[in-house]
């Protein structure tokens, strides 16, 4: 009876929260009660959302890009629930996603790990795919290094992982070059990665990421994440760059892959623009 009472009363202090600070669903905009969870704490997703996202992503998946990438893995498809909570916490600020999210990268990071067979004692490195300067300033975050340090945190806490004495470690090493006047003349597209084809993105990304100059990854095992993968341009590049600096790279993984069938229509759309 107590315990009743209790979540009553947590359920009226939050009604009264909610008029001065309303909180919405991630994934569906709906508010109130439908938020919180049998103890009475405030989630990021309603049950519903919650319950979808996770079946979307409960079996990871290696994704068909145009440019492979060996070891590429995906833990969803990029559409419906998992691709507006995506977007909701890279454009909307809705950074209380990032632990939802990072479970999923962290099955696709498992997984990779799993099929690499690394020895015992073994240290991995994550590798957040960078954002660019603009990105970083309107945002205040890069979304992949949130989604990847989460994501140390808990498979750092995983039985199987401890079980195997391995341990991951974000490793924020990547940065993107800045464009140069010529650059930008011959790449006059500034709109972002979404709007532009396979070969575009390919072009642009084409020797546009460096190691930092203070860091070394000869003979480091790493893994770049990223939190969507469209044609696979970014993390084939990531992956280049990582390899020329002597690291072995065992794979990229991402939450969610754009699937092939909405890539071909994008493609035919910037053919055939409506």
């Known amino acids: 009876m107590n315990k009743t009472l209790r979540m009553?009363?947590?359920k009226a202090l939050y009604a009264a929260w909610e008029l001065f600070f309303p909180a919405t669903c991630v994934g569906c905009g709906v508010g109130g009660t439908a938020l919180l969870d049998a103890a009475g704490?405030?989630?990021?997703?309603?049950?519903?959302?919650e319950t979808s996202l996770r079946k979307q992503?409960?079996?990871v998946h290696t994704p068909v890009l145009q440019h492979p990438v060996p070891g590429a893995v995906a833990a969803g498809i990029y559409e419906k629930t998992l691709?507006?909570?995506?977007?909701?916490m890279k454009n909307a600020g809705r950074t209380d996603a990032v632990p939802e999210l990072a479970r999923a990268l962290g099955r696709a990071v498992a997984t990779i790990i799993d099929r690499a067979q690394v020895p015992a004692g073994t240290r991995i490195l994550l590798i957040p795919v960078p954002s660019s300067q603009r990105s970083v300033q309107r945002r205040g975050y890069v979304p992949a290094e949130l989604l990847v340090r989460q994501v140390e945190h808990e498979l750092n806490r995983s039985v199987a992982l401890h079980r195997r004495k391995v341990r991951v470690k974000t490793h924020h090493i990547l940065s993107l070059e800045k464009e140069n006047i010529y650059q930008r003349l011959i790449r006059p597209n500034t709109a972002g990665q979404k709007t532009l084809g396979?070969?575009?993105?390919?072009?642009?990304?084409?020797?546009?990421?460096r190691v930092s100059p203070r860091a070394s990854v000869a003979g480091a095992l790493c893994i770049v994440c990223d939190d969507v993968m469209t044609t696979g341009a970014t993390v084939f590049?990531?992956?280049r760059v990582l390899?020329?600096?002597g690291a072995r790279v065992l794979g990229a993984a991402c939450v969610a892959a754009v699937s092939m069938r909405k890539k071909v229509d994008?493609?035919?759309?910037?053919?055939h623009p409506d």
């Open 83 to 88: 691709a507006h909570v995506i977007l909701s």
């Open 198 to 209: 396979a070969s575009a993105r390919a072009q642009r990304m084409e020797g546009a990421m």
């Open 266 to 271: 994008e493609e035919a759309l910037m053919v």
């Open 57 to 59: 992503t409960s079996a």
């Open 8 to 10: 009553r009363g947590k």
């Open 243 to 245: 390899r020329q600096g």
């Open 41 to 49: 704490t405030r989630r990021a997703l309603c049950s519903r959302c």
């Open 237 to 239: 590049e990531a992956s």
